[in-house]
């Protein structure tokens, strides 16, 4: 294993150019935590060997050991309903660009 003085870095260009991805998807993993990264000032690094980490254990959306944060509503929960009536027309509404 390489000692820490040792260890190369990536930035977020090099990854995203690496995986064939947009430079914000893997933003997003660092921001959600999936991709460990180092932040020096505005710069973000990541180490070459957590990347590799990563690459070889397969990327699954989630950090190993860390519980998901909840994912919300989804479609199923907002379609999944029953009916609940039609809309009608506001009879008092002024219609546009009708001029009778």
């Not at 990536?10 to 933003?27: F, G, P, W």
């Not at 660092?30 to 990327?59: C, M, N």
């Not at 309903?81 to 009708?98: F, I, L």
Request: no cysteine; aromatic share 6%.
């Amino acid at each position: 294993m390489a000692s820490e003085s040792d260890e190369s870095y990536l930035t977020v260009a090099e990854v995203a150019e690496t995986l064939k991805l947009n430079q914000q998807t893997v933003r997003n993993w660092i921001d959600q935590g999936s991709l460990p990264a180092l932040r020096v000032g505005r710069r973000v690094r990541i180490k070459r060997s957590d990347f590799e980490r990563i690459l070889r254990d397969g990327y699954s959306g989630g950090v190993s050991g860390r519980a998901q944060a909840p994912t919300g509503p989804n479609a199923d929960d907002f379609w999944g309903g029953e009916p609940v009536g039609v809309a009608e027309p506001d009879p008092t509404a002024v219609r546009r660009g009708d001029d009778r």
